[in-house]
C-alpha cells in the first residue's frame, strides 16, 4: 500500500505542473465518424486533405521538479532491491538453520534421503565416534540384502557387527547436498530413538554449531553470521 500511494502521489505531482502543448488531428472517416489521432502518421492517405490540427495541452515539468522525481524514483528503486535481497537472503538463512531434536545431550536430525526412485525422512544421531553413515536396514523396506555387498565394522569396545554398503542417490539436509552419498546398513535389533548415524564422514566437512537451548543447529556459522550482517545492514535501507 504505501508503495502505491508513493507511485499515486507521483502521477498527481507530474499532472499537476504547467502545460506545454502539442497537437492533435482529426478527420471524418467514410461512416461519418469523426477520428482523432496524436501522429501523423496514424490518418490514411485518403483522409490526409481534410485534416484539422487542435494544440492538446500535455504535462510537463520544470528541471528542479524533475530532478526531485528522478531522486524519489531512485529512492524506491533502491528500497525495492533491497527487499527482495532480503527476501532472498532470509530463505537462505532459514535453510541454514535446522530444527533439531534434543535428548539427554543426543542430537537426532533429520535427514532427507532418496533412494531406489522414492524420498524419505530418517531421523539420524549426530555421532562424530562413528567413521561413516549409518541407516538401520528397517528405515528401507525395499532393501535388499542379496544385492548389497557385505563388510564389517568395528564398534566401541572393538567388537565387529555384520554390515552392507548401500549407495543413496541423495542424501540432504539444511543446506548441505550429497549425491551418490555411500552409507552402511545395520540389522538394529530393539529399540532406538533414531534410524541411523550421521558419521564423520559427512559432519567433518562441515562447519557447525549446536544450539542446545533453542534445539536447532546453525550450518556453516561463519557464513551464517555475514547473512545476518547483511539483514541487518538491509533494515536500515528499509527504515
Known amino acids: 500500500m504505501k508503495l502505491l500511494s508513493t507511485i499515486l502521489l507521483g502521477i498527481f505531482l507530474f499532472s499537476a505542473h504547467p502545460s506545454a502543448y502539442s497537437a492533435i488531428y482529426q478527420y471524418v472517416n467514410d461512416a461519418g465518424r469523426k477520428i482523432y489521432v496524436d501522429r501523423l502518421s496514424q490518418v490514411p492517405t485518403k483522409y490526409k486533405n481534410q485534416l484539422r490540427k487542435r494544440a492538446l495541452n500535455e504535462p510537463s515539468i520544470d528541471p528542479i521538479q524533475q530532478k526531485k522525481h528522478a531522486l524519489e524514483n531512485a529512492a524506491l528503486a533502491q528500497k525495492m532491491a533491497a527487499r527482495n535481497t532480503k527476501r532472498k537472503l532470509l530463505a537462505l538463512s532459514k535453510k541454514m538453520k535446522t530444527k533439531v531434536k534434543i535428548h539427554q545431550n543426543k542430537v537426532i536430525i533429520p535427514v532427507n534421503i532418496s533412494h531406489a526412485g522414492s524420498r524419505k525422512i530418517v531421523n539420524l544421531l549426530l555421532d562424530t565416534g562413528a567413521t561413516s553413515t549409518v541407516l538401520n536396514v528397517d528405515t528401507l523396506p525395499d532393501f535388499n540384502f542379496k544385492n548389497a555387498r557385505q563388510t564389517y565394522a568395528q564398534v566401541a569396545g572393538g567388537g565387529l557387527i555384520k554390515t552392507w554398503l548401500l549407495s543413496l542417490k541423495s542424501l540432504s539436509f539444511g543446506p548441505v547436498s550429497f549425491d551418490d552419498k555411500n552409507v552402511l546398513m545395520i540389522d538394529h535389533q530393539g529399540t532406538s530413538s533414531s534410524d541411523g548415524l550421521l558419521g564423520m564422514d559427512v559432519l567433518s566437512k562441515l562447519d557447525y554449531k549446536i544450539n542446545f537451548q533453542d ?21 536500515d535501507v528499509l527504515k
Open 215 to 235: 534445539s536447532h543447529i546453525i550450518w556453516n556459522k561463519d557464513e551464517y553470521l555475514k547473512i545476518q550482517q547483511q539483514i541487518s545492514s538491509l533494515d
